[in-house]
């Protein structure tokens, strides 16, 4: 039965082109394996950017590691570990969900928490600078004060004979005093 199913799947891939490709990807890396090897000239080694070694690329590697292990994606993981020069540390990843005071979850990677925490940081920011408008219109509505202020457009201070595009510098919005009509 399992023959059966990887028979197919190589059918599969056959018949889509993915086996042609994976053939010549090898054929010309042996190639150039053996050119190198050959030619007595040492393998280049790809250096590992110094930016995995900061504290923030340390963490963000940790992130991303986390969220293949927790979704199951073992193949982007086994291209991903070696090409970052790391390795997959649960321990490591423990210290900083403490430090975060956070847990990730299965199928919930740490990194979802970390979003959610700064958008939600930003929405109550909002919120509270919202409240605060709010706060100081009602302090300036016609009940709680008969003479309130209120900001003229068409009243911004200064003669409309004038440059206008000279008094940038100087534009201000005047608190021009309404009157009770009687």
Same mark, same amino acid.
């Given at each position: ?34 050119n190198l ?12 950017p110094p ?16 969220? %293949? ?10 291209i991903f570990?070696? =090409? ?27 990194? %979802? ?22 706060? =100081? ?31 940038? =510098? ?13």
């Amino acid at each position: 039965m399992n023959l059966n199913l990887n028979e197919k799947v190589r059918q599969d891939l056959e018949k889509r082109g993915v086996l042609n490709q994976i053939r010549k990807l090898f054929k010309d890396k042996m190639t150039e394996a053996s050119n190198l090897i050959s030619s007595n000239k040492p393998v280049p080694v790809i250096p590992r950017p110094p930016q995995f070694d900061t504290q923030g690329g340390q963490i963000c590697l940790l992130l991303i590691q986390d969220f %293949f292990e927790k979704f199951d994606l073992k193949l982007t993981s086994s291209i991903f570990l070696p =090409e970052t020069k790391s390795e997959y540390n649960p321990q490591t990843l423990q210290t900083l969900e403490d430090a975060l005071e956070c847990r990730s979850e299965p199928l919930r990677p740490l990194i %979802f928490e970390v979003i959610e925490r700064t958008f939600n940081t930003e929405d109550e920011e909002e919120e509270e600078i919202e409240e605060e408008i709010n706060t =100081e219109e009602s302090d300036h509505s016609d009940e709680n004060n008969p003479d309130y202020f209120i900001e003229s457009a068409t009243s911004q201070g200064y003669d409309k004979s004038t440059n206008s595009l000279a008094m940038n =510098e100087f534009d201000y919005v005047e608190d021009v005093r309404k009157f009770k009509n009687l």
